[in-house]
């Protein structure tokens, strides 16, 4: 991490990759964790929130300036000196971007068991925190019923697929827009009933038309929460993951019909997916959507880099919607 933006990162200013430093892979020392090769690391918009100054509080501490960035990601153990770890354990984990990594704190380095044999870089996407949001968000926050009407932002992404895939598992009618007439096409192909490009079709004359919503999944915020605010039902819920639409602003968008909250007795969820990850939870995901995946119940795109080389066009990318699926860089394959 180089430079904190102002508005969208710039690669190679915001951030830069750095080859100067090096690990000795025999005799680096573990102090009694473990040595892991990188395999592919996650992409996410929150990423954009970490690069503010220090004093700007929130609810994850900020990169830092000369420190690698880092996100979740899957490796692969090389050495160990710890017994719930061996070599060849492909391992999932927050990590700081580098090849190879030294991870001495393991409280949270999960031991991938993949008996579906999916590729490892689904458990960066579909299999990771993105599809941890979309099914256990889901799950807690959205009391779906059959009948219903969902509408999905970024409906093309990984979270917003997801969860568009779960409602109509879940009998829902689903109505979800993207950036792009080929996000829209891939929406209709996962059984999107009404797939719309916000950028060339007005939402609000979407929501008249397939409304009213009983669901608003919020991943991008701005005006289009405030068109979901105009079009909800009575006691409809809003699942407030994300608002990717002012991450990059210099000043937010003043939404103007919040009186709706009252008058329509709405439920607000405020959503952060580490606070659903318990161990009950984790386990339960687990077991569940790796298997989803397998049978073809989760479809999911992904756009893959190659090389940390290309962190910092892959974040630009995800932060201004020229990424076609889940952001991932591959740094080894095996
Ligand atoms: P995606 O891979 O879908 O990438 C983000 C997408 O946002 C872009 O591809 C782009 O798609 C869209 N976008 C960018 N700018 C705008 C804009 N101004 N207006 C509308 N859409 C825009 O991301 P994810 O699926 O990983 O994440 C989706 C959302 O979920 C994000 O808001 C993220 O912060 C949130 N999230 C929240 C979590 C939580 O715990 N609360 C956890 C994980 C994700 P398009 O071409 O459609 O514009």
């Not at 409906?155 to 009998?171: E, F, N, T």
């Not at 066009?313 to 990424?323: H, P, R, T």
Request: glycine share 10%; charged share 20%.
């Amino acid at each position: 991490f180089n430079e904190i933006p102002v508005g969208y990162p710039v690669p190679g200013k915001t951030t830069v990759y750095d080859d100067s430093q090096t690990i000795d892979l025999d005799t680096v020392q573990l102090n009694g964790g473990i040595l892991v090769k990188a395999l592919s690391f996650s992409i996410d918009p929150y990423m954009r929130g970490l690069m503010r100054p220090a004093s700007a509080k929130s609810y994850s501490p900020p990169y830092t300036i000369g420190e690698p960035l880092g996100n979740h990601g899957v490796g692969v153990v090389l050495r160990s000196e710890n017994s719930s770890f061996k070599p060849g354990d492909h391992v999932w984990a927050y990590f700081p971007f580098q090849e190879y990594i030294v991870q001495t704190d393991v409280t949270n380095v999960r031991v991938l068991e993949n008996k579906e044999n999916l590729p490892w870089s689904t458990y960066v996407g579909a299999a990771g925190m993105p599809g941890q949001t979309s099914y256990l968000g889901w799950k807690a926050c959205s009391k779906a019923k059959k009948g219903e009407t969902v509408f999905v932002t970024t409906g093309a992404g990984p979270v917003g697929s997801i969860v568009a895939q779960l409602a109509k598992l879940d009998g829902l009618k689903v109505i979800a827009s993207a950036g792009s007439d080929e996000k829209v096409e891939f929406m209709k192909k996962i059984g999107v009933d009404v797939a719309f490009n916000y950028k060339t079709t007005d939402t609000v004359k979407v929501l008249e038309e397939h409304g009213p919503i009983d669901i608003y999944w919020d991943n991008v915020g701005g005006s289009t929460l405030e068109a979901a605010l105009d079009a909800a039902n009575t006691f409809a819920r809003f699942i407030e993951c994300g608002m990717i639409s002012q991450y990059n602003q210099a000043s937010p968008y003043g939404v103007k019909n919040l009186m709706n909250i009252i008058a329509k007795r709405l439920s607000i969820h405020g959503f952060l997916i580490f606070d659903h990850m318990t161990p009950e939870n984790a386990k339960e995901f687990y077991d569940t959507v790796p298997a989803m995946i397998a049978k073809g119940d989760i479809v999911f795109l992904e756009d893959k880099k190659y090389g940390l080389e290309k962190v910092g066009e892959a974040i630009l990318d995800v932060q201004s919607g020229k990424n076609h699926g889940k952001s991932v860089i591959v740094v080894a394959e095996e």
